[in-house]
Structures are given as C-alpha cells and as structure tokens.
C-alpha cells in the first residue's frame, strides 16, 4: 500500500528495462485507475511517442508524464499527480505494451504494474525511517565516545613517554654528577 498525501503531488512509478539495449523497441503505456469500493477500472491516460494523452476529465490538468522522453523506446513509464485528492485512493494499473524488433521479426510483450494508492492528510512516518534515526543519534555518540577515549589514551601514552624520556635524562644528568675516579675516604674507586 502506496500513501500520498492529499493537496500534494505524488509520483506513481512504472519501470520495464529490457535485457538488451542493442534491441531496438517501441513502447505505448497505458494508466488505468479503479476507485475504491467501484469493479470497472478506466483508462486515464496514454503516451504513445511523443505526445501524452489525458483520457478522463478528473484528471485533466493534473497528471503530467515524468517517463522516458525522446525515444519511442520507453523504460520509465511513471506519471505524476499534482493537487492529489481523497477521490484518488484506489488501485492504478500501468501497461507497457512493447514491440522489439528483432533479426527475426517483430516480438510483443506486455508489462503491467500494480499500486494500490490510499490518499492519507498527513505524511505518516515509516518505522524504518523513524529506527534509522534514532540508530543515527546513536551511532554519533558512540563514535564520539570512542573518539574522546583514543585522545584520552593517546594523551596518557605520550605524557608517560615524556615522563620516563625525563626520567631518563635526569639519570644521566644524576650520572654526570658522580665521577667514578673521585675519592671516598682515600679509597680510590676504578
């Protein structure tokens, strides 16, 4: 189930790609809608290369083809609806009739899609993105943990390598100050 919100425009998405680009095709994609609660859908609109065609005065002026353009060759039949409205919660069937022209002779094949729109007043957060957030605060916490954790380990090493280089140089200054060949008592140390 697909929500959109009504005032707003929503984008109803239809995508065939063949197997094989060097096949040469044509393409005609049809829309058809069937409103809740009704049997019979109808055919709202048509793009036959180049022109689109609105078939059915509620949605005149308000569908507007966002597919493959300058190719009768069409792999992206998606279609938006601007001012959606609560009359447009239903069950929107699009059909990619494509002939391939192939070495042996014409092929015709027929894709249909299938979304089944519910017109909502408000935009309603799905739970993945609402757990993606929350695992995104998360994670910049944790990292800045970890962060302030190395600084503070890295701090501590290079201040206790300081302290024994220190330690070091005062012992050999210590050192310095004793000379072996000094006298103790009249005891000569060598």
């Not at 949605?59 to 353009?69: I, M, N, V």
């Not at 990619?96 to 899609?113: A, D, M, N, S």
């Not at 993105?129 to 962060?147: D, F, H, P, R, T």
Request: glycine share 6%; hydrophobic share 40%; proline share 4%.
């Amino acid at each position: 189930m697909t929500e959109a919100v009504a005032g707003e425009s929503f984008m109803l998405g239809c995508i065939s790609c063949k197997r094989r680009e060097e096949v040469s095709a044509e393409t005609i994609v049809d829309w058809h809608f069937k409103p809740d609660g009704t049997d019979e859908p109808y055919h709202i609109f048509r793009y036959e290369y180049p022109l689109p065609i609105i078939l059915h005065e509620d949605f005149e002026g308000r569908l507007e083809w966002h597919g493959t353009e300058g190719t009768a060759d069409v792999q992206i039949g998606a279609i938006f609806i601007h001012n959606v409205t609560y009359n447009d919660t239903g069950t929107y069937t699009c059909t990619l009739e494509r002939t391939l022209f192939l070495p042996l002779g014409e092929e015709h094949v027929t894709i249909e899609k299938i979304v089944e729109l519910t017109v909502v007043p408000e935009a309603n957060r799905e739970l993945t993105a609402v757990i993606s957030e929350i695992m995104m605060y998360v994670l910049i916490v944790v990292l800045q943990l970890w962060m302030i954790g190395v600084l503070i380990y890295c701090y501590k090493k290079i201040y206790a390598e300081n302290e024994a280089r220190e330690a070091r140089k005062a012992l050999r200054e210590t050192n310095k100050l004793i000379d072996p060949k000094d006298t103790c008592d009249g005891v000569h140390l060598e």
